[in-house]
């Protein structure tokens, strides 16, 4: 993108966090990537309230319509998710400015990509909870290609069995202290910052406008199928 068109208002989705931490927010952000204005509500009703917490932080900022629109899509919330994709896209299209999607361990990665290389290890791994018993797994390794090059793998596992590959690891995620204690391996360490900020999802995203990350569609990136419950008074009757 030209240096006179780079975007000045910049608004950020994040409704990615599932199980015990599942919730929404929402920052609008200035070129300097000094948040504007934000919101936050945990709960599947933060969820919910998406669309309000946009309108109020766009209203707050003084905005009609955003330059460049990041949302996180995954690993997370299957409603979450689909919610904050869905927002985005409708938003960017609306304004007619750019959406990006990035996860949640890309995020994160500048951060630990230079505390991997300072402490000598092989690599990160952004550990987030699932449904319950159920981890994602995102993972960047110095063994292979950086995030410039490749998109990090990710995994679900569960978490009773999950054990990281041999070698010396940072931890970072929502799930980090738990995966900690249950490695069994004391060459990993835990990530000083576990939760990536408004500044490090849009310095993302801003990366990937500029071609520095591979593309990745802003979509929700499924890792588990959706979690199907029956009705609480079961399937209807089939009809006569």
């Known amino acids: 993108m030209p240096a006179q068109t780079a975007p000045e208002r ?15 927010r929402v920052a609008t952000l200035n070129a300097d990537l000094s948040v504007v204005a934000s919101a936050e ?34 690993p997370g919330s299957f409603t979450g998710l689909r919610t904050a994709c869905a927002l985005a896209a409708g938003l960017a299209f609306g304004a007619g400015c750019p959406v990006m999607g990035v996860t949640r361990g890309e995020a994160l990665a500048p951060s630990l990509d230079a505390l991997v290389t300072a402490r000598g290890l092989d690599g990160w791994l952004c550990i987030c909870g699932a449904r319950r018993g159920r981890w994602f797994v995102e993972e960047s390794s110095s063994r292979r290609d950086t995030l410039r090059d490749t998109l990090a793998e990710v995994i679900a596992v569960q978490s009773a069995l999950w054990r990281p590959e041999p070698g010396s690891w940072l931890l970072a995620g929502d799930a980090a202290a738990e995966a900690l204690d249950q490695a069994g ?25 500029k071609g520095e990350l591979p593309p990745r569609p802003a979509l929700p990136l499924y ?7 029956l009705p609480r008074a079961g399937l209807r009757a089939t009809p006569r």
Do not use: Y
């Open 10 to 24: 910049i608004v950020v989705l994040d409704a990615s966090p599932a199980g015990e931490k599942v919730g929404a």
């Open 185 to 209: 391996n004391e060459r990993c360490q835990i990530a000083p910052v576990c939760d990536a900020d408004f500044r490090g999802i849009a310095l993302a995203g801003l990366a990937r406008l």
């Open 223 to 229: 890792v588990d199928p959706p979690e199907a419950k």
């Open 41 to 74: 509500q945990a709960g599947h009703e933060g969820i919910g309230a998406l669309a309000v917490m946009l309108e109020t932080c766009l209203n707050e900022a003084g905005w009609e319509t955003p330059d460049l629109v990041v949302v996180v899509i995954g």
